[in-house]
């Protein structure tokens, strides 16, 4: 306690030599040290700006896109990432080489993965983790015109978006559908039939949504999934099956001779593969009636299922694999059993049918560009719809966060350089007095020299 009354004693009897003129000059000389030291700092952190970007999907900690495929995230800084980035930003002088060479890419990991690597490494196990959140740093080169480093990093993370989504989420090219499309290679079964797919897949997949979010409905569209699910399966059970029905029985064909090769070429391949499918199921069957069933009824193996569980299973002697073949093969078979008996069919109501009339083509053709104008108006609604929800469901997919750079940032530094420069300025007015004896004498003895040379 005394030490320090003796120090405080010290600092005011300091403090009482300094006049006001001195602490004037301190004052200034500080103020000039703490501008001039914050306007080179503030000139030079300015123009170097980081954004945190945050993978929030499903394994993104596995390092996976969410389609499966590796994450790697340097494709920020690829050619086409910051073309379109410099696109946005509107400034033709910049140029993709030149802004790749200052961009910079920091991973963040979290405490809690830190902590178990360290106890993996200590029980000498094995750990690996796969970083979700990035730091992207962006430097502009010239630190004398207008600052862009923000502008840069909004323009970098919406082009980088854009990139992301369009290479790994999902997309709506199966929907797409155009009336105007040549089916003049196809002849009127065949036509039936192309539409009947293309029908069949958007349902599938729109189904494929709907069982994701059962709820999710456009705000543009007004449409559900499943509102667009039944216009298509309404428009294949009764427009497409009465265009069927109506090539049928009327036997309407561009070329009857060609048509009737057609199914005769499909019959061969097909029985080809229904004979193949029907004899490996035969040779199942034949396995499962030798194999000895005593020893099926007594041994237990241990095996694991599909959920990596372990059980005792009977079957796994080999039984299992020989139904599951049996099984398999015969359905096969009787696919192409079925589709064997319709070729036939047809077949046999085109081959001795006669050529079919203008007016019959002309009935089949307005029905056929009937069903196309309502598949294509589906169509348009169905991608509309599907882009709002692939849009709704990665949302939040990747995040961009700016740092915020408000002016109570700035006077941080200020008030810092402002001490420095504080302290700086009393040092040396202290070194000038505690020198300003020395410099006195060397003044008096050059002062004396110079008299003594000049009286010689």
Same mark, same amino acid.
């Given at each position: 306690?005394?030490?320090?009354?003796?120090?405080?004693?010290?600092?005011?009897?300091?403090?009482?030599?300094?006049?006001? *003129?001195?602490?004037?000059?301190?004052?200034?000389?500080?103020?000039?040290?703490?501008?001039?030291?914050?306007?080179?700092?503030?000139?030079?952190?300015?123009?170097?700006?980081?954004?945190?970007?945050?993978?929030?999907?499903?394994?993104?900690?596995? /390092?996976?896109?969410?389609?499966?495929?590796?994450?790697?995230?340097?494709?920020?800084?690829?050619?086409?990432?910051?073309?379109?980035?410099?696109?946005?930003?509107?400034?033709?002088?910049?140029?993709?080489?030149?802004?790749?060479?200052?961009?910079?890419?920091?991973?963040?990991?979290?405490?809690?993965?830190?902590?178990?690597?360290?106890?993996?490494?200590?029980?000498?196990?094995?750990?690996?983790?796969?970083?979700?959140?990035?730091?992207?740093?962006?430097?502009?080169?010239?630190?004398?015109?207008?600052?862009?480093?923000?502008?840069?990093?909004?323009?970098?993370?919406?082009?980088?978006?854009?990139?992301?989504?369009?290479?790994?989420? $999902? *997309?709506?090219?199966?929907?797409?559908?155009?009336?105007?499309?040549?089916?003049?290679?196809?002849?009127?079964?065949?036509?039936?039939?192309?539409?009947?797919?293309?029908?069949?897949?958007?349902?599938?997949?729109?189904?494929?949504?709907?069982?994701?979010?059962?709820?999710?409905?456009?705000?543009?569209?007004?449409?559900?999934?499943?509102?667009?699910?039944?216009?298509?399966?309404?428009?294949?059970?009764?427009?497409?099956?009465?265009?069927?029905?109506?090539?049928?029985?009327?036997?309407?064909?561009?070329?009857?001779?060609?048509?009737?090769?057609?199914?005769?070429?499909?019959?061969?391949?097909?029985?080809?593969?229904?004979?193949?499918?029907?004899?490996?199921?035969?040779?199942?069957?034949?396995?499962? $009636?030798?194999?000895?069933?005593?020893?099926?009824?007594?041994?237990?193996?241990?095996?694991?299922?599909?959920?990596?569980?372990?059980?005792?299973?009977?079957?796994?002697?080999?039984?299992?694999?020989?139904?599951?073949?049996?099984?398999?093969?015969?359905?096969?078979?009787?696919?192409?059993?079925?589709?064997? $008996?319709?070729?036939?069919?047809?077949?046999?109501?085109?081959?001795?049918?006669?050529?079919?009339?203008?007016?019959?083509?002309?009935?089949?053709? /307005?029905?056929?560009?009937?069903?196309?104008?309502?598949?294509?108006?589906?169509?348009?609604?169905?991608?509309?719809?599907?882009?709002?929800?692939?849009?709704?469901?990665?949302?939040?997919?990747?995040?961009?966060?700016?740092?915020?750079?408000?002016?109570?940032?700035?006077?941080?530094?200020?008030?810092?350089?402002?001490?420095?420069?504080?302290?700086?300025?009393?040092?040396?007015?202290?070194?000038?007095?505690?020198?300003?004896?020395?410099?006195?004498?060397?003044? *008096?003895?050059?002062?004396?020299?110079?008299?003594?040379?000049?009286?010689?």
């Amino acid at each position: 306690m005394k030490l320090f009354q003796k120090i405080m004693v010290r600092i005011k009897q300091k403090l009482s030599k300094i006049s006001r *003129k001195q602490v004037t000059v301190i004052c200034l000389f500080s103020l000039l040290f703490s501008i001039i030291a914050t306007s080179y700092s503030a000139l030079s952190n300015s123009h170097i700006n980081s954004m945190t970007v945050t993978l929030n999907y499903e394994g993104a900690k596995k /390092g996976l896109t969410p389609d499966g495929k590796r994450f790697n995230i340097a494709e920020i800084k690829s050619d086409e990432v910051l073309k379109r980035a410099i696109e946005i930003l509107g400034d033709d002088k910049l140029t993709v080489s030149e802004v790749k060479s200052r961009i910079h890419i920091d991973s963040k990991m979290p405490r809690s993965a830190i902590d178990q690597t360290t106890e993996a490494i200590a029980s000498g196990s094995t750990y690996s983790y796969s970083p979700s959140e990035f730091d992207i740093y962006y430097s502009q080169k010239n630190k004398f015109i207008k600052n862009q480093t923000v502008d840069f990093l909004n323009a970098l993370s919406e082009a980088y978006n854009e990139y992301f989504l369009n290479a790994y989420s $999902d *997309k709506s090219t199966i929907l797409e559908f155009d009336e105007s499309d040549d089916f003049s290679q196809y002849d009127y079964e065949e036509i039936h039939q192309v539409l009947a797919d293309k029908v069949n897949s958007m349902i599938t997949h729109l189904g494929s949504h709907q069982e994701e979010s059962n709820t999710f409905r456009s705000q543009n569209t007004g449409y559900s999934f499943e509102n667009l699910m039944n216009m298509l399966i309404n428009l294949r059970d009764i427009n497409l099956t009465k265009l069927e029905a109506y090539i049928i029985q009327n036997r309407i064909s561009k070329d009857r001779t060609g048509f009737v090769r057609k199914q005769q070429y499909r019959v061969e391949k097909a029985s080809m593969q229904f004979n193949m499918s029907q004899q490996a199921s035969d040779i199942a069957n034949n396995a499962l $009636d030798i194999y000895n069933a005593h020893i099926t009824g007594v041994a237990f193996i241990p095996s694991v299922d599909q959920h990596d569980q372990f059980y005792m299973s009977r079957t796994k002697t080999g039984l299992d694999n020989l139904v599951n073949q049996s099984y398999s093969e015969g359905i096969k078979a009787t696919s192409f059993k079925k589709n064997i $008996d319709q070729q036939n069919d047809l077949i046999n109501k085109f081959t001795y049918a006669a050529d079919t009339p203008q007016e019959a083509m002309a009935a089949a053709d /307005g029905m056929i560009s009937e069903i196309c104008e309502y598949i294509e108006r589906i169509s348009t609604l169905s991608i509309q719809t599907d882009n709002d929800y692939i849009s709704y469901k990665t949302n939040d997919y990747i995040t961009f966060r700016l740092p915020d750079r408000s002016q109570a940032n700035l006077l941080i530094p200020l008030l810092k350089n402002f001490i420095i420069g504080l302290i700086l300025t009393v040092a040396a007015i202290q070194l000038f007095h505690l020198s300003r004896p020395w410099l006195m004498r060397k003044k *008096k003895k050059l002062e004396e020299k110079l008299s003594i040379d000049n009286e010689g």
